[in-house]
């Protein structure tokens, strides 16, 4: 287990990267808990209920945007303040997924949390746990110390491939291929191929690069897509998000 200590005290310790850490285990940890508590409500099991006040309800994105906030100002009073770092990676790491797991509702600005629309947040929040995570494992590209000239050489010419690589994952996302842009963080080859393909209809993409034809065609293209992958996906939204609504 030498390499593990190595790469603990070169990329995390020296990489600066423990809030980085802090923020990924409580983003992945609120996520997993905001999850089972909601389910538990829905199925009417356990102490938990919805919180109102009076007529309306108080979702999680409340706290979640009161957590961020607190998070990025006790950031930005913690240039020499270790705990206080780690205490904003807290706060941080727990707001984002709480905002992120209603991230569906606040696009639609409407309460589809248990409908088939809702599970675009789960899209959303395995995405953002992926980059998270990349990072967290990744190396520290420039900032470490005792780096030889060869060693930078080699860092930046892999950070150039990265941010390449980066570059087509955000353009998979924008064509509205999230479970592909997931698996492309991990496959490069994958998201190069997804990012040179056609846009799903109605993505961020097809809106603004494609006329009616192209439209037409991304539909099609889509429905032969769906029709192929569409249960596998569906599975894997209901078996971490929970089953939307029928009705």
Known sequence: MTWVSQWW???VVAGHK???LVAFLAFVVTFVATRAITRAIRAGRGPFHNLSEGSVHLHHSTPGIILL????FVSLGAV?????????????GMGASLVLDEFAMIFHLQDVYWAKEGQLSVNIVTLAAACI???VVGFSPFDVPGLSETESTVRGLVVAIMLTHLAAVVVTAAKGKYPTALIGLFVAPIALYAAMRLARPGS???RRFYDSARQEHATRRAAYVDDRWGP???RWDD???GSPTTD
């Open 204 to 206: 961020l993409w097809a």
């Open 133 to 135: 995570g990349l990072g």
């Open 69 to 72: 906030v607190s998070g990025a």
């Open 9 to 11: 005290e070169r990329e």
């Open 80 to 92: 020499n303040g270790a705990p206080l770092r780690y205490l904003a990676a807290l706060f941080i």
């Open 232 to 234: 596998v996906r569906r």
């Open 18 to 20: 423990g809030p980085l």
């Open 239 to 241: 078996i971490i998000g």
